[in-house]
């Protein structure tokens, strides 16, 4: 949400008022078109006909379908391709994050239940299908993560890189079965 601000302004007598209404005036005429303006058809520009590709800043919240909840998860990214993280709740996407090379995000206001988690990785993000367009890779992590309810939280840290000694192990997936 946009947060407005209200600014006073002096008040200025009519003869700087006057003055400064003519330099308006001969501005407006000295910047507009000499021929009028014609009609523009609507017509699609290649943009708007194509997914485009962008980086979004590290820890933007790509879909958000279940939320309001205290748990909190931390994903550490160590690896050098950009990633998004996915939990689903039974059949639902509930949350996906994108989480940048060498970055870590934390996400809040997870809802209480048993989620699976899925990421993926690579490069040249496509914001239409939420998915990398080059050199992607799709990967679910075996254990569902369980996010309690009061009196505590779930507080939960994951890693998308390898880590010694570390107690997730993860399967390939089909990129069909990535919730994007």
């Not at 194509?50 to 939320?67: D, F, H, K, V, W």
């Not at 205290?70 to 994903?75: A, D």
């Not at 949350?95 to 040249?124: E, H, M, P, Q």
């Amino acid at each position: 949400m946009k947060s407005l601000s209200l600014q006073r302004r002096a008040r200025l007598p009519v003869a700087v008022l006057a003055v400064l209404s003519a330099v308006g005036a001969l501005l407006v005429a000295l910047l507009a078109p000499a021929q009028p303006a014609q009609a523009v058809g609507l017509v699609p520009t290649a943009a708007s006909i194509t997914c485009a590709t962008s980086r979004p800043p590290n820890g933007t919240i790509l879909y958000a379908g279940i939320s309001g909840g205290l748990g909190r998860l931390t994903i550490v990214n160590g690896l050098s391709q950009d990633g998004v993280v996915a939990l689903v709740r039974g059949s639902s996407k509930a949350i996906s994050v994108y989480v940048r090379a060498r970055s870590s995000t934390t996400v809040g206001n997870i809802k209480d239940g048993t989620y699976t988690i899925y990421f993926t990785t690579g490069s040249l993000f496509s914001v239409c299908n939420g998915r990398f367009t080059r050199g992607a890779a799709y990967w679910r992590f075996n254990d569902r993560l369980p996010f309690v309810s009061p009196p505590g939280y779930t507080v939960a840290t994951l890693t998308l890189q390898a880590v010694p000694g570390g107690n997730a192990p993860v399967s390939q997936v089909n990129p069909g079965d990535f919730p994007a």
